[in-house]
């Protein structure tokens, strides 16, 4: 599965940005769909999850509220809306794959089987 993540760029504080990520495999609405960050410095961090069995999703409390993650079996695509957006949201956003995720493990990143390359978000204040 090949992922190709877009829609980073520059906004100021209090705006918004939409990410998308286009998956390759027809297969990937059997999938638990994720997005990460990581922000200089730091370890990369869960920021929301589409659990593949029940559709349900899942979000980092920083970011509840205010990021809506939803995919588009059809087009095999997900996205993320990023809503409120602060200067603390400033990272690289990559989405990722899991066939195998269950709900105890969708907040892992190296449970993620399949990675798309990130795409920068700064969020300036």
């Known amino acids: 599965v090949q992922l190709q993540a877009s829609g980073g760029g520059l906004v100021q504080t209090g705006g918004s940005l939409s990410l998308h990520c286009a998956a390759s495999?027809?297969?990937?609405?059997?999938?638990?769909v994720g997005w990460f960050r990581q922000a200089p410095g730091k370890e990369r961090e869960f920021v929301a999850a589409l659990f593949r069995s029940d559709g349900h999703t899942y979000y980092d409390d920083s970011v509840k509220g205010r990021f809506t993650i939803t995919r588009d079996n059809a087009k095999s695509t997900v996205y993320l809306q990023m809503n409120s957006l602060k200067p603390e949201d400033t990272a690289v956003y990559s989405c990722?794959?899991?066939?195998?995720?269950?709900?105890?493990?969708?907040?892992?990143?190296?449970?993620?089987?399949?990675w798309g390359q990130g795409t920068q978000v700064t969020v300036s204040s």
């Open positions: 495999a027809r297969t990937f609405s059997s999938y638990t």
């Open positions: 990722a794959a899991c066939p195998t995720c269950i709900l105890s493990t969708l907040r892992n990143g190296r449970q993620y089987a399949y």
